[in-house]
């Protein structure tokens, strides 16, 4: 007899557990199916286990540029497999987490491989057999993949992926790495901390594709002071493993002879699997199609993270589980994307949020940006952290602030007040005239809303 519950969501990562939190909350029974570690990629290969170890790494920078702040110290000792004990810590006290928030939700979670079969039924392949779960509502949150061309010869050792990178300890010379997003900026800050030779490899003509263009130039100063070297507008024609260095050969004719070869040129939505084709759920571009409500094209089913494609960020998969769980709860609401947060956390760090320069150009859209540099903010000057600036994005005729940009200190976190700007609408006046506290970072988002009007009390 099949185990019936009001919601089953298939998927325990930021999403999906996210969502089964959200519908116990509401009152539904909740199921949650998890073939592997709850958290997902997200907490066990993903974000979490890389910022740890570059927490690592800008700490070891930190120590090596003491004597800036007139501490001496003498060259620090790195011990990779302490960096690496440590990150495992850190994912596993955020798993325990996971796992007490959702008993105490009253979530039941079934490990093992779910499949749907049809509106309303997964079925769950566990280690002592198979049970059938039955439900008037079915979450799809499924995940991705780590996208590996066919002609690559990955094989997990010497041409990896971050999943196997995040377990590799030791490591050779030098690497190349594919891909110039978040993912391979991430990892070439950290490799080149702990001492490896860094080439970075993007085919797009600039690293950080999509980004603001000034942000991706003060990245690649910063890179270039680290000695990694990077090479937009290049791609990679081929790769051949020969024993114990890979050679990539590159389209400016270059043929770089590495230790190890990175793939991070993004991931693809998991849609092979679990049943989603066989019960009818209709995709397109590789990824299920849902509306702004999460709804699929299946009566009950819904969808949510990276399995939908667009962002494939776990804030924005965790927003989504919010909304799919609250409509399978009958709550009235929809999904907004206008003010996803855009996160890079090298150092300096990047953000951005909302609407771009080149965006606002395409669209047709008049913007009058200010721009505020961290080298005029006290706080940021007297941490030794003056690199970057502040940019945001005001509506022409309203002033609204319709986006913007963070390269430098805590810029992850200082985004959050121009997200919240886009999101309510507020004007660059509205931002400039509360008053923010001094010393701190977040005059910098003031001086730049002030610099909207020309108004800025500290630009030179």
Not at 315 to 332: F, L, N, P, T, Y
Not at 441 to 452: D, G, P, T
């Amino acid at each position: 007899m099949a185990d019936r519950f009001d919601l089953t969501v298939l998927g325990g990562g930021p999403g999906g557990y996210v969502a089964a939190i959200r519908g116990a909350q509401l009152g539904l029974r909740v199921a949650l199916v998890e073939r592997g570690h709850l958290g997902g990629v997200c907490l066990n290969q993903g974000c979490i286990p890389t910022k740890a170890l570059l927490a690592s790494a800008e700490l070891l920078a930190a120590v090596r540029g003491a004597s800036e702040l007139g501490i001496e110290v003498g060259e620090p000792r790195v011990s990779l497999p302490a960096m690496f004990e440590r990150k495992e810590r850190v994912v596993g006290q955020l798993r325990g987490g996971v796992e007490k928030l959702l008993k105490k939700r009253g979530v039941s979670v079934f490990a093992g491989d779910g499949t749907l079969r049809g509106a309303g039924v997964v079925e769950v392949a566990g280690t002592e057999g198979a049970e059938v779960l039955e439900s008037e509502r079915v979450i799809l949150a499924t995940g991705s993949d780590p996208l590996i061309p066919s002609s690559f010869p990955y094989d997990g050792k010497k041409v990896i992926t971050s999943e196997e990178a995040l377990a590799m300890t030791d490591l050779p010379e030098s690497i190349l790495i594919i891909g110039a997003g978040a993912i391979g900026c991430e990892f070439a800050l950290f490799y080149a901390a702990v001492g490896l030779e860094v080439t970075v490899v993007e085919m797009l003509p600039e690293i950080l594709p999509g980004e603001d263009p000034s942000a991706a130039r003060v990245l690649k100063a910063a890179f270039r002071k680290l000695g990694v070297e990077t090479k937009p507008g290049t791609k990679v024609e081929s790769i051949e493993v020969r024993g114990d260095t890979v050679a990539t050969t590159l389209s400016d004719g270059a043929v770089a002879e590495t230790g190890l070869v990175l793939l991070a040129m993004g991931r693809r939505p998991s849609i092979d699997a679990s049943g989603i084709a066989e019960s009818g759920v209709a995709t397109e571009n590789g990824a299920v199609v849902v509306n702004e409500r999460m709804e699929t094209s299946v009566d009950g089913v819904y969808a949510i993270g990276d399995l939908v494609g667009g962002w494939l960020l776990a804030h924005v998969a965790s927003r989504e589980g919010i909304v799919a769980a609250s409509r399978a709860a009958g709550r009235d609401v929809t999904m907004s994307y206008r003010s996803v947060p855009r996160c890079t956390y090298t150092h300096p760090g990047i953000a951005s949020v909302g609407i771009t320069e080149a965006e606002a150009k395409e669209r047709g859209i008049e913007i009058t940006p200010g721009r505020f540099s961290f080298a005029a903010v006290g706080k940021a000057v007297a941490e030794g952290e003056g690199q970057g600036f502040v940019k945001v994005f005001a509506d022409a005729s309203s002033g609204a602030i319709l986006g913007g940009v963070i390269v430098g200190p805590r810029a992850s976190d200082l985004i959050h007040e121009i997200a919240l700007a886009v999101e309510a609408g507020l004007t660059a006046d509205d931002v400039a005239n509360a008053i923010h506290a001094h010393p701190s970072l977040s005059e910098a988002v003031m001086e730049a809303c002030e610099a909207v009007h020309g108004l800025s009390i500290h630009s030179l």
